[in-house]
């Protein structure tokens, strides 16, 4: 899993609330369990003008001029602002994924649907929760601020904006490790390989009968 330390990026608005997983990367797409080639159908019913279809090329589709990430300021755009409750609906992992296969590392939000919020930290996401009157502010300086840019400090837990103003945000301690260090669910067990191969050569020292039988 990729780290997540310290980030500036350009911020695109998604002023939506209520964006569902299915709006996120749409059923028709999650043929695969690898963690690439989502990207394209990012948001798909939105940024296309026609309907996507699975294995479909999406370099000659029709864009839709009026989505905010397919717009010249906003291109490039890896922090993504959202409204209230972004993620919700089923609990499809293929939503992270496709976020970060088009370079969304972190997404800014009033709320987040809990399962989308912990899929986010076991895919190298940064979910940020910060009020409303915060996010507000956020949505009305990048409207009005070509080329926006936001930094992201995982470690002091802030996000500073171009003027200097850092907003603090809470994280769990433990999620916070995981992503500085870059940590998914296997490799934190990787983590105790020594200790799991000691445990192994003690069962089969103590009770040797089961391990035959496995034979």
């Not at 043929?31 to 294995?55: A, C, H, T, V, W």
């Not at 755009?77 to 370079?103: I, K, T, Y």
């Not at 669910?185 to 192994?200: H, R, V, W």
Request: net charge negative.
């Amino acid at each position: 899993m990729k780290q997540f330390t310290l980030m500036t990026g350009m911020a695109a608005p998604l002023d939506r609330a209520n964006v569902d997983t299915d709006m996120i990367i749409p059923k028709q797409f999650l043929k695969s369990i690898k963690r690439s080639g989502f990207g394209p159908n990012l948001f798909d019913e939105l940024r296309y003008m026609d309907e996507g279809q699975p294995d479909q090329d999406c370099s000659g589709r029709p864009l839709n001029p009026d989505f905010v990430l397919n717009q010249a300021r906003y291109q490039g755009a890896s922090v993504l602002l959202a409204r209230e409750n972004f993620g919700c609906g089923s609990s499809r992992e293929h939503a992270p994924w496709a976020l970060d296969d088009f370079g969304i590392r972190c997404v800014i939000a009033p709320s987040f649907a809990d399962i989308f919020y912990n899929n986010c930290f076991k895919n190298g996401l940064l979910p940020i929760i910060l009020s409303d009157t915060q996010v507000d502010q956020l949505f009305e300086e990048v409207a009005a601020t070509v080329g926006y840019q936001l930094m992201v400090d995982l470690e002091k837990q802030v996000v500073v904006t171009p003027s200097g103003i850092e907003m603090e945000f809470r994280v769990d301690s433990f999620r916070k490790h995981c992503l500085l260090h870059g940590l998914d669910d296997i490799g934190l067990t990787l983590g105790f390989a020594d200790d799991i191969a000691a445990y192994e050569l003690r069962r089969r020292q103590e009770a040797p009968w089961l391990f035959d039988a496995i034979k």
